[in-house]
């Protein structure tokens, strides 16, 4: 069974940075990474990235977050500085499979990330 445990949102100023993790048990994932969805929005992809380093970010984080990864403990990394209050939304990790050719999702729970003075 498949499970995705993040950690790490919580409430941070305008300018500040947090750091969310997420431990993937149960497989080994190729891509993993994060999406994002604030109220009254669509989910969003934040940033993806593959096992052997390939990454790629949403236009609006690019500069400000950078994920990464460590394989041997299936656990990625978003490293989020110089927060913006548009940035408030709820992270979501998730990580990629194959099933017939198309691309589906595992998802974590959710984890509340505010920027807010």
């Known amino acids: 069974q498949v499970q995705l445990v993040e950690s790490g949102g919580g409430l941070v100023q305008p300018g500040g940075s947090l750091r969310l993790s997420c431990a993937a048990s149960?497989?080994?994932?190729?891509?993993m990474g994060w999406f994002r969805q604030a109220p009254g929005k669509q989910r969003e992809l934040v940033a993806g990235?593959?096992?052997?380093?390939?990454?790629n970010y949403a236009d609006s984080v690019k500069g400000r977050f950078t994920i990464s990864r460590d394989n041997a403990e299936n656990t990625v990394f978003l490293q989020m500085n110089s927060l913006k209050p548009e940035d408030t939304a709820v992270y979501y990790c998730f990580a990629q499979f194959i099933a017939a050719g198309t691309p589906n999702h595992y998802w974590g729970q959710g984890t509340q990330v505010t920027v807010s003075s």
């Open positions: 990235i593959t096992s052997d380093g390939s990454t």
């Open positions: 149960g497989s080994i994932f190729k891509t």
